[in-house]
């Protein structure tokens, strides 16, 4: 039995929500002359009363928090609640962290949104029209001065600045010099490194060069590199924050700019049409950092002794009883590095399009106002790093020692026997990078275009579950490196030997998403947790340094992307094999019974 309704009803209901106003209700009567002929309209006049700009503004702006609400939220939860419930220790300065991390959810919702309509439209004219007005080198010369501007704007650098405060000068030298008198060389060599990766990613596309022999290419010698710090007692305790910078470069600022430039490119010279066009910037800009941090850490040494770092150290802290500027203490630092690290990425990308190119903006009120909210977000991204995110993560890895180790301070540690609680250290390590890679926004978009470049044999289900598994297991491994003092080199080669091998092995469009996996698992949430996490814990362990973490987050990965890429092809070769011999058998028993 069906219920009739009058169409006017239903026109009624679906209007229930709506207010129609008359046109001529919105424009002014028009001017008319002695005749009555219309001789002027003037323009639409509105006013939106603050309600009304409210309502409007609400599900836009929702969406937005929640999104980044989403993605933090739960990671913190898990580790309060670790710490309450297995760890039994309360959260110091909870409200500070608490507004802390408000702030990290309001910058990373302003720096987005103001990522896309400030920054982004700047990467979609140069890739679209510089090609055309420019000859190669200057087009190439351009895309690694962006790569060095485009790191020294990534949130998760400033994580990497903070981190030098926790290096004990006297323990580890040379970490201690990149991390503070050599920091900012120390991100200029990690963002040339990037436009060095921007360049060739982007000759890859333009060529059709294969990624294989480029990760080869790349790899040998940063092993060769990385084996040679670890036979130096003062190189080996830097060689963690070499491959961890890796992990650092390729957040929301580097991926989505320089992929737009070296795509545009190769789409200008007509060789846009593949899907791996776009793949091999992020693997690259994920290598060759590492052995740029390796090549400054070698030229440092070169320069000044253990000892003198040392002195001059010690120099530094006896002079910071003077009273600072309000510019170079908190909050005011934070502010100070958030516009530092937006605006000159902006001159420089206005220049390029107004001098070189003479282009002129489309929508230029908006796109101002994005590099507003951008500049806006990164400050209020920084204060939230310095009192919610990093504290948070920090206190955690202060503390999960105790569960299965004695730590000075607390009385009642180990909580756990040494077995239980090492376990539960590990536990908690896998569990924590496991819902961190799940969280991740631009994983979904990965497993989106995996399916669609492998047509339905690597599925997007079966991408997001191998990722997360890699991470959460190069996490675990990274805490028990820690946990059990392990070099790191003897983690890094055999890793990176098994990922070689897989990758002689593997199709390419599973190289080219694996490789790039690894860059998607490390957002402006992930590395300054983690990197916190890392640095509590080597703290309270007493550990030279909390360094090698972020690695083998991004080599786990790797590795699981392609042993799930091989089993999808065995799976779908063998499903082939049986279809076609099913097919054979049933026309055999059917030429037999026709006989």
């Given at each position: 039995?069906?219920?009739?309704?009058?169409?006017?009803?239903?026109?009624?209901?679906?209007?229930?929500?709506?207010?129609?106003?008359s046109l001529?209700?919105?424009?002014?009567d028009?001017?008319?002359?002695?005749?009555g002929?219309?001789?002027?309209?003037?323009?639409?006049?509105t006013?939106?009363?603050?309600?009304?700009?409210?309502?409007?503004?609400?599900?836009?702006?929702?969406?937005?928090?929640?999104e980044?609400?989403?993605?933090?939220?739960?990671l913190?939860?898990y580790?309060?609640?670790?710490?309450?419930?297995?760890?039994?220790?309360l959260?110091?300065?909870s409200?500070?962290?608490a507004?802390?991390l408000?702030?990290?959810?309001?910058?990373?919702?302003?720096?987005m949104?103001?990522?896309?309509l400030?920054?982004?439209?700047?990467?979609?004219?140069?890739?679209?029209?510089?090609?055309?007005?420019?000859p190669?080198?200057?087009?190439?010369?351009?895309?690694?001065l962006?790569?060095?501007?485009?790191?020294f704007?990534?949130?998760?650098?400033?994580?990497?600045?903070?981190?030098?405060?926790?290096?004990?000068?006297?323990?580890?030298?040379?970490?201690?010099?990149?991390?503070?008198?050599w920091?900012?060389?120390?991100?200029?060599?990690?963002?040339?490194?990037?436009?060095?990766?921007?360049?060739?990613?982007?000759?890859?596309?333009?060529?059709?060069?294969?990624?294989?022999?480029?990760?080869?290419?790349?790899?040998?010698?940063?092993?060769?590199?990385?084996i040679?710090?670890?036979?130096?007692?003062?190189?080996?305790?830097?060689l963690?924050?070499?491959w961890?910078?890796?992990?650092?470069?390729?957040?929301?600022?580097?991926?989505?700019?320089?992929?737009?430039?070296g795509i545009?490119?190769?789409?200008?010279?007509?060789?846009?049409?593949?899907?791996?066009?776009?793949?091999?910037?992020?693997?690259l800009?994920s290598?060759?950092?590492?052995?740029?941090?390796?090549?400054?850490?070698?030229?440092?040494?070169?320069?000044?002794?253990?000892?003198?770092?040392?002195?001059?150290?010690?120099?530094?802290?006896?002079?910071?009883?003077?009273?600072?500027?309000?510019?170079?203490?908190?909050?005011?630092?934070?502010?100070?590095?958030?516009?530092?690290?937006?605006?000159?990425?902006?001159?420089?990308?206005?220049?390029?399009?107004?001098?070189?190119?003479?282009?002129?903006?489309?929508?230029?009120?908006?796109?101002?106002?994005?590099?507003?909210?951008?500049?806006?977000?990164?400050?209020?991204?920084?204060?939230?790093?310095?009192?919610?995110?990093?504290?948070?993560?920090?206190?955690?890895?202060?503390?999960?020692?105790?569960?299965?180790?004695?730590?000075?301070?607390?009385?009642?540690?180990?909580?756990?026997?040494?077995?239980?609680?090492l376990?539960?250290?590990l536990?908690?390590?896998?569990?924590?990078?496991?819902g961190?890679?799940?969280?991740?926004p631009?994983?979904?978009?990965?497993?989106?275009?995996?399916?669609?470049?492998?047509?339905?044999?690597?599925?997007?289900?079966?991408?997001?579950?191998?990722?997360?598994?890699?991470?959460a297991?190069g996490?675990?491994?990274?805490?028990?490196?820690?946990i059990?003092?392990?070099?790191?080199?003897?983690?890094?080669?055999?890793?990176?030997?098994?990922?070689?091998?897989?990758?002689?092995?593997?199709?390419?469009?599973?190289?080219n998403?694996?490789?790039?996996?690894?860059?998607?698992?490390?957002g402006?949430i992930?590395?300054?947790?983690?990197?916190?996490?890392?640095l509590?814990?080597?703290s309270?362990?007493?550990?030279?340094e909390?360094f090698g973490?972020?690695?083998?987050?991004?080599?786990?990965?790797?590795?699981?992307?392609?042993?799930?890429?091989?089993?999808?092809?065995?799976?779908?070769?063998?499903?082939?094999?049986?279809?076609?011999?099913?097919?054979?058998?049933?026309?055999?028993?059917?030429?037999?019974?026709?006989?």
């Open positions: 039995m069906r219920n009739q309704h009058r169409y006017v009803e239903f026109q009624r209901a679906a209007g229930a929500n709506r207010r129609e106003v001529h209700q919105l424009y002014p028009p001017e008319r002359d002695e005749a002929r219309v001789v002027c309209i003037r323009p639409m006049v006013k939106i009363t603050p309600r009304e700009v409210l309502n409007l503004l609400r599900p836009y702006v929702s969406g937005r928090f929640m980044q609400f989403n993605t933090l939220i739960p913190a939860a580790l309060v609640l670790f710490q309450i419930l297995i760890l039994r220790q959260v110091e300065d409200w500070m962290i507004g802390g408000l702030a990290v959810i309001l910058g990373l919702m302003f720096f949104e103001g990522l896309k400030g920054l982004m439209p700047f990467g979609t004219v140069m890739g679209a029209t510089l090609p055309r007005k420019s190669l080198p200057v087009v190439l010369i351009i895309t690694l962006l790569g060095v501007g485009v790191t704007a990534e949130p998760a650098i400033s994580a990497l600045k903070a981190a030098g405060q926790n290096v004990g000068v006297e323990r580890a030298p040379y970490l201690y010099a990149l991390l503070n008198e920091a900012g060389a120390l991100v200029l060599v990690v963002g040339a490194s990037v436009g060095l990766a921007a360049v060739i990613g982007t000759l890859r596309s333009l060529y059709g060069w294969s990624l294989k022999p480029l990760i080869f290419g790349s790899l040998i010698p940063i092993l060769g590199l990385s040679y710090a670890a036979t130096d007692l003062e190189f080996n305790k830097a963690g924050l070499a961890d910078t890796g992990a650092v470069t390729t957040g929301p600022v580097t991926v989505p700019l320089v992929l737009s430039l545009g490119i190769a789409a200008a010279a007509g060789k846009g049409g593949s899907g791996l066009s776009g793949f091999g910037i992020v693997t800009a290598l060759f950092p590492i052995g740029g941090v390796l090549l400054l850490l070698f030229y440092v040494a070169s320069t000044v002794t253990p000892a003198e770092i040392i002195a001059a150290a010690a120099g530094h802290t006896a002079t910071q009883g003077a009273e600072l500027s309000w510019f170079e203490t908190s909050p005011g630092l934070e502010i100070v590095l958030g516009i530092r690290a937006i605006l000159p990425l902006v001159v420089f990308l206005f220049l390029v399009l107004k001098v070189m190119l003479k282009e002129t903006l489309q929508r230029r009120s908006e796109i101002f106002l994005g590099i507003g909210l951008t500049i806006i977000g990164m400050c209020i991204f920084n204060l939230g790093l310095t009192y919610g995110l990093s504290k948070l993560g920090g206190s955690a890895g202060g503390l999960v020692p105790i569960a299965f180790m004695t730590v000075e301070g607390f009385a009642n540690s180990p909580i756990y026997l040494y077995s239980v609680g376990t539960l250290a536990v908690f390590a896998w569990v924590l990078g496991y961190a890679t799940v969280a991740e631009a994983l979904n978009a990965l497993g989106i275009t995996a399916e669609q470049l492998t047509n339905g044999v690597f599925r997007k289900r079966t991408l997001i579950m191998a990722v997360s598994v890699g991470v297991f996490i675990a491994i990274g805490l028990a490196k820690l059990f003092d392990l070099p790191l080199i003897w983690l890094i080669v055999p890793s990176y030997v098994a990922a070689a091998l897989l990758t002689l092995f593997s199709t390419e469009e599973s190289v998403i694996a490789w790039d996996s690894a860059g998607v698992t490390t402006p992930t590395v300054p947790l983690v990197l916190a996490l890392g509590g814990f080597g309270a362990t007493n550990a030279v909390g973490i972020l690695s083998m987050a991004s080599i786990g990965p790797i590795i699981t992307v392609m042993i799930s890429g091989l089993w999808s092809r065995y799976r779908a070769q063998a499903e082939v094999h049986a279809a076609l011999k099913g097919g054979r058998v049933s026309g055999i028993a059917a030429a037999e019974g026709v006989v």
